[in-house]
C-alpha cells in the first residue's frame, strides 16, 4: 500500500469515554496500511504530543464527542508548535458543528469530519495529506 509506515496516533482528550468511533476509524486504517497507535481514553494534549513524538508519528487522529473540540484544539496545535511539530498532521472527527469546522482548518487542523462522513471519503482525505 502506498502509505504504510506513515503512522498515526489516535486518541480521546479529555474526559469523553466514547471511543467506538475512534476504534472503527482505527481499523479502517490500519486495514488501508498505516500504522495506528491507540493512545486511548482520557489523555491530555501533552500527552498525545509526548506520545506522537516518542513514536515518531506523522499524524494525530482525535475524536470528539463532547463540544470540547475548539478548546482541545487549540491546545493540541500550540503543543505541536511548541515541540517544533508542525510536519504532524492533525485529523479531528466527531460531533463538530460545520460552523466551527472553518475555524479548526484557521489553526491548522488538516481534516475535520462530522457524522455520517462515508468511509471512502475519510480515507481518501487521509490518503490526500500524504500525497
Same mark, same amino acid.
Do not use: C
Given at each position: 500500500?502506498?502509505?504504510?509506515?506513515?503512522? #498515526?496516533?489516535?486518541?480521546? /482528550?479529555?474526559?469523553?469515554? @466514547?471511543? %467506538?468511533?475512534?476504534?472503527? $476509524?482505527?481499523?479502517? !486504517?490500519?486495514?488501508?496500511?498505516?500504522?495506528?497507535?491507540?493512545?486511548?481514553?482520557?489523555?491530555?494534549?501533552?500527552?498525545?504530543?509526548?506520545?506522537?513524538?516518542?513514536?515518531?508519528?506523522?499524524?494525530?487522529?482525535?475524536?470528539?464527542?463532547?463540544?470540547?473540540?475548539? #478548546?482541545?484544539?487549540?491546545? /493540541?496545535?500550540?503543543?505541536? @508548535?511548541? %515541540?517544533?511539530?508542525?510536519? $504532524?498532521?492533525?485529523? !479531528?472527527?466527531?460531533?463538530?458543528?460545520?460552523?466551527?469546522?472553518?475555524?479548526?482548518?484557521?489553526?491548522?487542523?488538516?481534516?475535520?469530519?462530522?457524522?455520517?462522513?462515508?468511509?471512502?471519503?475519510?480515507?481518501?482525505?487521509?490518503?490526500?495529506?500524504?500525497?
Amino acid at each position: 500500500m502506498a502509505f504504510k509506515g506513515k503512522r #498515526f496516533i489516535v486518541g480521546k /482528550l479529555g474526559l469523553d469515554g @466514547h471511543d %467506538n468511533g475512534l476504534r472503527i $476509524v482505527s481499523k479502517w !486504517l490500519t486495514d488501508s496500511g498505516y500504522e495506528v497507535v491507540y493512545a486511548g481514553l482520557y489523555n491530555s494534549t501533552k500527552r498525545i504530543v509526548q506520545i506522537a513524538l516518542e513514536e515518531n508519528a506523522n499524524a494525530i487522529g482525535i475524536s470528539f464527542l463532547g463540544g470540547e473540540h475548539l #478548546f482541545y484544539a487549540h491546545q /493540541l496545535m500550540n503543543e505541536l @508548535h511548541q %515541540n517544533e511539530m508542525e510536519d $504532524v498532521k492533525v485529523v !479531528l472527527g466527531g460531533v463538530i458543528p460545520p460552523d466551527d469546522v472553518r475555524e479548526l482548518k484557521g489553526l491548522g487542523v488538516h481534516a475535520v469530519f462530522t457524522p455520517g462522513t462515508p468511509k471512502r471519503k475519510i480515507l481518501d482525505t487521509i490518503d490526500s495529506l500524504f500525497q
